[in-house]
């Protein structure tokens, strides 16, 4: 850091050198400022040029001295530049090896896969959830805008398998394709699929011509994000107050009133239990609006005596502490 604050007087220090040898010549040997300038600058670089102007013993006092100064500027000058080049290449270095051995301790993490206007958002959701995340991207700029968020990164193409075993794809609970092009995502969820065979996979579609590929390449859920902002530009006009209310449940910034799913596993003190013994309406003051069975079907608002079954998915609604306690009830094997 040292080094980096005496770059910025490099070039003052230069001019201040120039200027003396210069005004010295100028006023020593009585020559014009051009043949003084050049002089100074044959003698600073030590290029061997002979004398321009005859110099008597005053002048070659003030040459040594001249020579002595601006041989010293160019060592300085190449040993900083030097010493900033070699510490960021250090820094990199280092902060590589950190971010490495940081993805290297992660296990049920997500990984998302493209850093674009779409994957900003997503990395934003998943940062404020506490979300254990490695971002995937090839672009300096985004790798960049990453570090300074504080999120775990790659650098790289997700069409590589390499990448993607530096992102720890075999230990990854989800990966999240949102690449530039549908080719690409095909392609990288069979690379991934075929890396880890029980990962969780949601991959964007840009075309909706494109879904049937995607989940037949390995896509457990394929989001048309055009599709579902014109569903939701319709309901604006024809149901407001639905959209008010789920913009409520899934966007608000103040996370007062959240509405998620919490998997139940076999290990949760609440399998087998029916709604009406299981104290989350009691204790926690969540409700529970919908059953996502383990074979894909959903049940809307389950009545009091159906049963908490391990595979089910509870749809629940509520403040987001008293949800993250319901997740912990119902899968307290998973950390996070």
Not at 45 to 54: H, K, L, Q, R
Request: charged letters at 25%; a negative charge; aromatic letters at 6%.
């Amino acid at each position: 850091m040292e080094a980096e604050r005496l770059i910025k007087y490099l070039v003052p220090m230069g001019l201040v050198v120039i200027a003396f040898g210069t005004v010295g010549y100028s006023v020593l040997e009585g020559v014009g400022l051009f043949e003084a300038l050049y002089m100074t600058i044959i003698t600073i670089t030590t290029v061997g040029f002979g004398e321009i102007i005859p110099l008597d013993d005053v002048g070659r006092v003030f040459t040594i001295v001249l020579i002595v100064f601006g041989y010293s500027y160019l060592v300085m000058t190449f040993m900083i530049v030097a010493q900033v080049v070699f510490e960021g290449r250090m820094r990199r270095l280092l902060g590589r090896r950190k971010l490495t051995q940081q993805i290297d301790r992660l296990e049920r993490h997500n990984i998302l896969c493209g850093y674009g206007r779409m994957g900003r958002i997503i990395a934003r959701e998943l940062k404020a959830k506490s979300a254990p995340l490695v971002v995937i991207d090839a672009h300096e700029d985004a790798t960049r805008e990453l570090d300074e968020l504080g999120i775990l990164y790659v650098q790289g193409n997700a069409t590589e398998d390499d990448t993607l075993i530096e992102a720890g794809i075999q230990r990854a609970k989800t990966l999240i394709v949102s690449l530039a092009t549908d080719a690409d995502a095909v392609f990288t969820i069979l690379l991934a699929r075929e890396l880890n065979p029980n990962l969780e996979i949601v991959a964007r579609a840009i075309d909706e011509r494109s879904t049937r590929q995607l989940e037949a390449a390995g896509a457990t859920r394929v989001v048309s994000p055009y599709t579902r902002v014109g569903k939701s530009m319709a309901n604006a006009v024809l149901h407001p107050e639905v959209l008010d209310f789920l913009d409520t449940a899934f966007m608000a910034d103040d996370r007062t009133l959240r509405m998620e799913g919490c998997p139940v596993s076999e290990a949760s003190e609440l399998a087998g239990k029916t709604l009406r013994d299981a104290p989350i309406r009691t204790k926690l003051g969540l409700i529970i609006i919908g059953i996502r069975k383990a074979d894909g079907t959903m049940l809307f608002n389950p009545s009091p005596d159906d049963a908490i079954i391990p595979g089910d998915i509870l749809i629940a609604m509520g403040d987001e502490e008293n949800l993250e306690k319901l997740q912990k009830w119902l899968n307290p094997e998973d950390r996070h």
